[in-house]
Every structure is written in C-alpha cells, then in structure tokens.
C-alpha cells in the first residue's frame, strides 16, 4: 500500500528557509517520478516541482531559483528545499506519486511565511 508522509513544514519569516521531507513506501521509489504541490486557501493545487527516476528536474516559474526538488533513493525519500521565501510561498504543500494509474497523496505539511 501506498504511503506518502511529508514533514519539516513551519513558520518561517520571509526570506528564510525550509527543507521538506516525503517519506515513501509500498512501491519501488526509485523508479517513478515525484512531484511536490501546494494548495494556498481560496486557490487550486498547484504543481511546484517534479523530479523523474533519472533525476531530471521541473519547477513552476514562481519558485525557479529558489527550490530545490532532490531524491535519496537509499531513503525512499523526496526533498524540497525552500529558500528565499516569500508570503505568496504560504500554503499546504503535499507530496505526490502516480502509481498503477492512481495519484497518491500525502496528508501534507503546513508552510507559513510571514515576519
């Protein structure tokens, strides 16, 4: 069964910095694609970055330069490191694989800039 477990969210006043963590199990990790999301309140989900089994990496254009999308295959575990960040950064950010035709989510992790 499928297990995505996000942590490392928080309160962090602008210009700061972040690191999120995505534990996964219940599939092989190092083949499928991972992508982080965000869902700020009142707005629809929004893919912020993606990172395939090779490596390859896609960010949305807002966080170009400032995120970080990276794998640890040994770990089953995907990161998004956050830096730079700004207010319109705040959101619920979640984890997210496509496996056998079904998303999968993780219950996410609160991000909060502000001073």
């Known amino acids: 069964q499928v297990q995505l477990v996000e942590s490392g969210g928080g309160l962090v006043q602008p210009g700061g910095s972040l690191r999120l963590s995505c534990a996964a199990s219940g599939f092989t990790f190092n083949t499928y694609p991972m992508r982080w999301y965000r869902q700020a309140p009142g707005k629809e989900r929004e893919l912020v970055a993606a990172?395939?089994?090779?490596?390859?990496?896609n960010y949305e254009d807002s966080v170009k330069g400032r995120f970080t999308i990276s794998r640890d295959n040994a770990k089953n575990t995907v990161y998004l490191q956050m830096n730079s960040l700004k207010p319109e950064d705040t959101a619920v950010y979640y984890c997210?694989?496509?496996?056998?035709?079904?998303?999968?989510w993780g219950q996410g992790t609160q991000v909060t800039v502000s001073s």
């Open positions: 997210n694989v496509y496996y056998s035709g079904l998303g999968y």
């Open positions: 990172i395939s089994s090779g490596g390859s990496t």
